[in-house]
């Protein structure tokens, strides 16, 4: 089953406009990670929130996380065409028992279109 | 520093036939992952692995076995191929739990 869930499934903007992602998950988290996705390329990581941290920022990134609500976007801006791409959140769940892995669980995408 | 490679990265397969999908990395990374892409579906882990020598179910297990016999090295395999694993697989590492992954550049497999 899916923990995070993106918001839109697509999203297409103008050259030079913001954009901006959601992803709502259902369990208490330690960490939520965004990553990114080029055409037939493997996820490349972009920024890493604890649950307790509500924003943080990366150059052109920043992400907000809402623990009350189970909710985390991630907001792009000024989007150059270079940043089409699809976005997937991953959250990696609290209070799993030791001796396992706190395993990502990744949603299903955003797929972001940036027009020149 | 390769990061994390994946072998083959095109496979055709009928089905009934067997592979192994290699994954290595040389971050000297504890932790390991196999997931499948199917569209509109995200990633799904299929095994993962804590460290050399263990390996453990993820949310899609059936249908494929893995080894961890080197730390640097996460074998995937499919003993008896099905369309149904028709998808992309890719494979990642984490220097912890939980951490940011590396993920290699993945395996598109075809099951006719």
């Known amino acids: 089953s899916q923990q995070g869930e993106e918001d839109p499934q697509a999203l297409s903007i103008q050259e030079g406009e913001n954009a901006t992602m959601n992803c709502s998950y259902k369990t208490s988290i330690n960490n939520l990670q965004w990553y990114r996705q080029n055409s037939g390329r493997g996820l490349v990581h972009l920024i890493l929130?604890?649950?307790?941290?509500r924003e943080k920022h990366s150059g052109r990134l920043r992400v907000t996380l809402d623990t009350s609500k189970k909710s985390s976007s991630l907001l792009i801006t000024a989007s150059r065409a270079a940043d089409t791409a699809s976005y997937f959140c991953?959250?990696?769940?609290?209070?799993?028992?030791?001796?396992?892995?706190?395993?990502?669980?990744f949603g299903s995408g955003t797929q972001l279109t940036v027009l020149p | 520093n390769a990061g994390v490679t994946q072998t083959p990265k095109f496979r055709v397969l009928k089905t009934g036939q067997s592979m192994t999908l290699l994954c290595a990395q040389d971050m000297n990374h504890e932790y390991m992952y196999w997931y499948r892409q199917d569209p509109g579906m995200g990633l799904r882990l299929i095994h993962y692995s804590v460290g050399e020598g263990t390996t453990a179910k993820g949310e899609v297990p059936d249908g494929y076995n893995v080894s961890r016999l080197k730390k640097q090295n996460f074998l995937l395999g499919l003993e008896s191929a099905a369309p149904s694993q028709t998808s992309v697989y890719f494979c990642a590492s984490s220097y912890l739990a939980g951490a940011e992954a590396f993920f290699g550049q993945g395996t598109r497999l075809t099951v006719v």
């Open positions: 929130i604890r649950s307790n941290e």
């Open positions: 991953a959250t990696a769940a609290r209070g799993v028992s030791s001796g396992s892995a706190r395993q990502l669980t």
